[in-house]
């Protein structure tokens, strides 16, 4: 069983950056692909971000393209999401996610696939 604890959420102004973390527990972190999902109230979780066990294979959202850039340190059991040039439509909670994959294989983007979730942070951009 994988415990998630996401920090580092926050205010921020339009053109605004903040760094979210993920930290894992009771699992071996990197037998695990990670994924960042965010939900907006009254909306669908939607997918941002996932990230092979061996961080060399990585997917974004087309909506983070550019902006966004996950990553993770497998010796301390965290996946960080850099968000750059935050925008309103950004606002959300941001939750991480973990499924076991193959080493060079990413989760996909169905929050159905993933098997643990953490708790989610919110994030606020205002205009």
């Known amino acids: 069983q994988v415990q998630l604890v996401e920090s580092g959420g926050g205010l921020v102004q339009a053109g605004g950056s903040l760094r979210l973390s993920c930290g894992a527990s009771?699992?071996?972190?990197?037998?695990?692909?990670m994924g960042w999902f965010r939900q907006a109230p009254g909306k669908e979780r939607e997918f941002v971000a996932t990230?092979?066990?061996?961080?060399?294979?990585?997917y974004y959202a087309d909506s983070v393209k550019g902006r966004f850039t996950i990553s993770r340190d497998n010796a301390k059991n965290m996946v960080y999401l850099q968000m750059n040039s935050l925008k309103p439509e950004d606002t959300a909670v941001y939750l991480c996610a973990a499924v076991q994959r193959s080493y060079h294989s990413t989760g996909s983007n169905q929050p159905r696939d993933y098997d643990y979730w953490g708790q989610g942070t919110q994030v606020t951009v205002s205009s």
């Open positions: 009771g699992g071996t972190f990197s037998n695990y692909a």
């Open positions: 990230i092979a066990r061996s961080a060399i294979v990585i």
